[in-house]
């Protein structure tokens, strides 16, 4: 039994391919975790890490509450079950499943009724004699999981163990290895390259494409809430549906008409509240709807008010149900229908969207313009006197942003707007995600989004604006969010002295370590020493540029540090910070008295992030 943690985990293999880029994830005991994704996309690589058969490049990878990156993989408490069985065709069934307790030396008798024990749990106590030449796929498949088993492991990694297996016995064999599962209470990571193995197994689903992590949710999740089209068309068959159209509001609706053709369906825009703004003035998206929620049936068509003309070109008959396959304009639309019989290719008729569960996405990047979580409101207003006005609600201004007349825009981030404060609202609902609370309020006439630790019930609340992270464009006068981090260059150095790094003298020589950053030098703090020693190789680590990164709250004025010059204070009511020019960069630091002219900052560098300039991994 045991957690896992990875952390910003990477693999570069010696040729350059970079298979696993900044791979991040918490998984919680007797979790079953599957790694997805076409062939080449690292899941592999991601478990075989796990397992200790790669080296990882970069990151942090634990197993309950011990960092195993240089732990020999005998020691990791895992077993794994791969692909193609990896028996020993020389001995018995019973010989290969207790080879690895008789290595490890364990007694006979202690060997025999674990041995016994597994062959039971997987109904080969019969065949226990036999050669693995003598076994059917699926059999062999069996013992290679009762070597794993026998060692009672703290995690199961399986690399496609049903691949080779024919499909009626992969689904028997799916069904065994979560009956195992239920029964052994450990940990399970499982790799496939397919969906409905995935759909089926995992209680999460990690979904990779070209080593970088697509998404991680659970299976309901994925497939109602995809974020970005990959998602959406990799999970469940037949494919979602994807056409090109746009979206234009107008009032309380907004109007997606399909590429190429007459069809418009009229949306309500509360289906639509999420979809950020700049995607409803009639630029193109990407529409995506799953051929189940379109109906050709007589009666849905009747009552639905979204329904567009389909000229079916071949009709695909599954028995139980069809696939209804045609075009909408130059859509190219399926249709999963149980009433076959009605349609014949050449036929137009009627379909109906279930509009509600549309999906859309941007055409270039192919994320969802519609996140779970919208991460940003963006609201008409208008600055007057110091006062902001967003539909009627009006919202004093703090220092920073006075100055600003006339109608313009506010951005504000979802996870900007707080309670507690002194702005009047109304919060009308409170969806659940994840760990989070997404909470919809009124403000005057205003419709907007907040992002909350916990949940808000409907009724009366009161906001608080955090107006460092906005962006406010009035005319000619536009603030820009403070940012929430920065980067210093940087070296580590090693000194031989006579005193410790603290500067305290010492007869012997010692050796120290520092960070020289934008002309400065300090000590380096132990977590960094540890973190560059460890991942980087001696010559490296002493020649590597590196990037420090800190946040507004991580840097403090002192009598000697980094040089800069204060450029300007920005005063956002309940904090300052000072602009600092350090070289080329500007620095916002948080400052409590009124500064500027020539000062010097020393970072808090047990905080800064780190990583590494040139290949830009991140290490800390
Ligand atoms: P998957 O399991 O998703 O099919 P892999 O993890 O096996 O993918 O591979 C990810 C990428 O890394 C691929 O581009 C593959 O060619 C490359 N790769 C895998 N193993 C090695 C290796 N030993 N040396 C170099 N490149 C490798």
Same mark, same amino acid.
């Given at each position: 039994m045991a957690n896992l943690s990875l952390k910003h985990i990477y693999k570069v293999y010696p040729n350059g391919t970079k298979a696993v880029n900044d791979f991040n994830m918490e998984i919680a005991d007797r979790e079953f975790i599957v790694f997805v994704g076409p062939s080449g996309c690292g899941k592999s690589t991601m478990l075989r890490m796990i397992a200790g058969l790669e080296d990882i490049s970069a990151g942090e990878l634990s197993i309950g509450d011990t960092v195993v990156n240089d732990v020999e993989p005998k020691d990791r408490d895992i077993a794994m079950v791969f692909q193609n069985y990896a028996l020993y065709p020389h001995m018995t069934v019973y010989e290969n499943i207790a080879f690895g307790l008789r290595v490890r030396k364990l007694p006979k008798e202690e060997i025999h009724s674990r041995v016994v024990h597994a062959a039971e749990i997987l109904g080969i106590k019969d065949y226990l004699d036999k050669k693995p030449k003598e076994m059917s796929g699926g059999q062999r498949q069996r013992v290679s999981l009762g070597r794993a088993i026998v060692r009672d492991p703290k995690v199961m990694l399986l690399d496609e163990p049903l691949s080779n297996l024919d499909a009626k016995l992969r689904t028997q064999m799916r069904a065994e290895i979560l009956k195992l599962h239920t029964q052994l209470k450990t940990t399970f990571i499982y790799v496939t390259h397919d969906q409905v193995e995935a759909m089926t197994m995992g209680t999460r689903i990690v979904v990779m494409k070209g080593g970088f992590v697509q998404q991680i949710d659970t299976p309901r999740n994925l497939y109602r809430y995809p974020a970005n089209k990959f998602v959406a068309g990799f999970i469940g068959t037949p494919q979602m549906n994807f056409f090109d159209a746009t979206l234009t509001q107008a009032g309380d609706k907004a109007e997606l008409s399909f590429a190429g053709g007459e069809a418009v369906l009229q949306l309500p825009m509360e289906y639509l509240?999420?979809? &950020?703004? &700049?995607?409803?003035?009639?630029g193109a998206v990407c529409a995506g709807i799953r051929a189940e929620d379109i109906s050709l049936a007589p009666n849905v068509v009747a009552a639905s008010p979204y329904k567009v003309k389909m000229q079916i070109s071949h009709v695909e008959d599954l028995g139980d149900e069809s696939l209804v396959y045609g075009t909408v304009g130059e859509a190219r639309i399926i249709v999963k229908t149980t009433l076959s019989h009605e349609y014949r290719a050449g036929d137009v008729c009627e379909a109906a969207f279930n509009v509600k569960k549309m999906h859309f996405f941007d055409a270039e990047t192919e994320e969802t313009i519609a996140p779970r979580l919208p991460e940003v409101n963006e609201l008409a207003c208008s600055a007057h006197e110091g006062k902001l006005t967003l539909a009627g609600a009006e919202i004093a201004l703090p220092p920073a942003l006075q100055g600003a007349e006339g109608e313009g825009t506010l951005l504000l981030p979802t996870d900007a707007v707080g309670f507690g404060g002194d702005i009047p609202a109304v919060a009308t609902d409170c969806e659940q995600v994840g760990e989070k609370y997404l909470i919809g309020l009124e403000l005057g006439g205003a419709r907007l989004f907040a992002v909350s630790a916990r949940r808000i019930e409907a009724g009366a609340v009161k906001l608080a604006i955090d107006f460092k992270r906005v962006t406010l464009t009035v005319g000619e006068f536009r603030a820009e969010p403070l940012p929430d981090s920065i980067r210093l260059a940087g070296t580590f150095v090693k000194k031989k002295e006579r005193r410790n790094a603290s500067g305290e003298p010492s007869r012997k020589k010692m050796i120290n370590f520092y960070l020289d950053l934008a002309g400065a030098s300090f000590p380096a703090p132990e977590n960094i020493t540890r973190k560059l020693l460890s991942t980087l190789s001696p010559r490296a680590v002493f020649s590597a540029q590196f990037l420090f990164e800190f946040t507004p709250y991580a840097l403090t004025f002192g009598e000697a540090g980094i040089a800069g010059e204060v450029l300007s204070v920005v005063d956002y009511g309940a904090e300052q910070f000072a602009l600092v020019r350090v070289g080329e960069e500007t620095v916002p630091v948080l400052c409590e008295r009124p500064i500027s002219g020539m000062v010097c900052l020393v970072p808090v560098l047990e905080q800064a992030g780190v990583c590494e300039a040139k290949s830009g991994i991140k290490l800390l």
């Open positions: 509240r999420k979809v &950020r703004p &700049r995607y409803l003035c009639g």
